[in-house]
């Protein structure tokens, strides 16, 4: 977030396109942390698509942010990578009401 705004207030180098998808996974990242929170069902798909493809948004910030995208490039790739594979474990998919339906008997 902080080299999207060095861009957007002409501070910073690379392209405006990846500081505004920057901003964009920012906003959807707070919006993720709510769900992720109170257990919203739909949090759970939407942590894991879109940590998923911030792999790729990670790796856009490596090559074009410098210094301070490639330090948010590599927090975003590790994010991308731990926080899908905790998601689908049976603690967290219980939480999210996406674990096994229990049998009646």
């Known amino acids: 977030m902080f080299g999207a705004a060095s861009v957007f207030s002409g501070n910073g180098t690379g392209p405006t396109w990846l500081a505004i998808v920057v ?3 920012g906003i ?3 919006t993720l942390g709510v769900g992720f929170y109170t257990g919203a069902r739909w949090a759970w798909m939407g942590g894991i698509v879109i940590y998923i493809v911030s792999i790729l948004l990670g790796i ?5 942010g410098r210094t301070v995208g ?3 490039g590599v927090i975003r790739i590790v994010a991308g990578i731990t926080i899908p ?3 689908t474990r049976p ?3 219980n939480f999210f009401g996406k674990g096994p ?5």
């Open 23 to 25: 901003v964009i996974f």
């Open 28 to 30: 959807l990242g707070l």
């Open 60 to 64: 856009l910030e490596i090559l074009y």
């Open 70 to 72: 490639g330090v948010g």
């Open 85 to 87: 594979l905790y998601l």
């Open 91 to 93: 603690g967290p998919k």
């Open 101 to 105: 339906v229990p049998r009646r008997s």
